[in-house]
């Protein structure tokens, strides 16, 4: 009896995955539950366990292949299975080639409910958060698209295709497309000029993590109207306190960190300014009930964004437990879905690094992140008098089109009284 690997759905709005690396090859026995293989995904990079105890008879997607989710990527038989062939490509749905590409679907007026639909153009429908954007921007009906991706996905190729094809006001001149992430990104070149000529060096690939990113980063930059506000915070308070219940802290498995400190008066000052935990959709603005404090943390092939769910409920043993296991289980690659979604507000820590300061920018659709620089001793006044104090420069990164610069003062203000002036009793 042989068991079918697919590839797993690692949340509601993924619909493929890229095979980073096969921990186990083919004749190799595996248990129920230990790392078969490494997925990427547009949302999180995750092992996958095996489903079932056995043998690894055959391994249908290659290194670096993106497939759709459920298709057929591995099959298990039992202990001492052979290795078998491979036997023919599947039907669409398993297929295992992200170069495949569906017929030219019938163009038709969009139904007038989800009832009506057929699937081909419910999975025609399904794209990315920057496709809708761009569509939006540009009245373009994505129904009317024919989507060139895997089950008929239109992708950001299909919708800058469909604008660029548009008559414009000078009917000799057509509306060029929006440039692209990676063109942002980098100066124009002279044609046939290769970026690395004449240097020394190798050329790679970009994963899909760092793909993921950057068209994240840009697409912000063009989204928010990025305003930046620094605060000088006096950690003395803070300090004295996490020196006195640290090691009661790692006794419990939990390390008192600076970055805990943050977290709570972050997490309460959210709720004393509520624009700050909003975010914006179309011309609205959305005030969260919920405080979901994303944590950026740096990984050696990129960086994630763990997010404490109802961050404000938490005290600070409960935030700096949360934040350890969000850590480690991100750089083992132990994050689930819905464990990297739903942030209301985000912070980072270049300070950790040694940075005195940084400038983030922000995470869509939110409207503000927090950067966190070093905490290191500074001299400085206090009542006309030169001491020594543990001082740190706060960052807050806002989105003008919401918030003004007063609003993001008062929270400045509101997260540095209670680090300068900490409640023990309260925050315990």
Do not use: C
């Not at 547009?42 to 292949?65: L, M, N, Q």
């Not at 993106?66 to 099959?75: G, I, L, M, R, W």
């Not at 129904?143 to 009917?171: F, H, Y």
């Not at 400085?380 to 003008?400: C, E, F, N, T």
């Amino acid at each position: 009896m042989t068991t079918d690997v697919v590839m797993p759905q690692m949340g509601e709005s993924i619909a493929e995955g890229t095979i980073v690396r096969w921990i186990k090859k083919v004749g190799e026995a595996v248990e129920r539950d230990e790392p078969l293989f490494e997925i990427s995904t547009d949302k999180v990079d995750a092992e996958i366990p095996s489903p079932v105890a056995g043998v690894i008879t055959e391994i249908r997607a290659k290194e670096g292949e993106t497939v759709p989710v459920n298709t057929v990527v591995a099959v298990i038989g039992a202990a001492g299975s052979a290795a078998g062939p491979r036997p023919p490509a599947s039907p669409p749905l398993a297929a295992a080639s992200v170069s495949y590409v569906p017929p030219a679907p019938e163009r038709r007026p969009r139904p007038s409910g989800h009832a009506d639909q057929s699937i081909e153009e419910v999975m025609r429908q399904r794209s990315s958060p920057l496709v809708r954007k761009i569509a939006k921007e540009h009245h373009v009906d994505l129904m009317q698209v024919r989507g060139t991706g895997i089950a008929g996905r239109v992708t950001k190729d299909d919708i800058l295709a469909v604008i660029a094809s548009r008559p414009s006001a000078d009917p000799t001149s057509r509306v060029p497309p929006p440039p692209s992430p990676a063109s942002s990104m980098q100066p124009a070149r002279p044609a046939g000029v290769s970026a690395g000529a004449g240097q020394a060096g190798k050329t790679v690939p970009m994963s899909i993590m760092r793909k993921t990113i950057a068209e994240h980063m840009v697409l912000s930059r063009r989204t928010s109207a990025h305003v930046h506000s620094v605060f000088e915070v006096d950690f003395s308070r803070v300090a004295e306190i996490r020196e006195a219940k640290k090691t009661r802290y790692e006794q419990g498995g939990a390390k008192l960190t600076y970055l805990s400190f943050i977290l709570k008066a972050v997490a309460d000052a959210l709720r004393a300014v509520p624009v700050v935990n909003a975010s914006v959709d179309g011309d609205n603005i959305v005030y969260h009930e919920q405080v979901n404090v994303g944590i950026a943390v740096a990984l050696d092939w990129g960086l994630i964004v763990p997010v404490i769910k109802n961050a404000d409920e938490k005290n600070l043993l409960g935030l700096s437990s949360a934040v350890a296991d969000l850590a480690a289980r991100a750089r083992s690659k132990q994050l689930k879905p819905d464990e990297v979604t739903g942030g209301t507000f985000t912070i980072t820590n270049p300070g950790v690094f040694g940075a005195l300061f940084g400038m983030p920018i922000i995470n869509q659709p939110q409207v503000a992140i927090l950067g966190v620089g070093n905490v290191e001793k500074r001299a400085v006044v206090i009542d006309d008098a030169v001491a020594i104090r543990p001082m740190a420069y706060l960052s807050l990164g806002y989105d003008h089109r919401i918030i003004d610069g007063a609003v993001a003062d008062e929270f400045m203000s509101t997260v540095k009284h209670a680090l300068e002036n900490w409640d023990e009793i309260l925050n315990s």
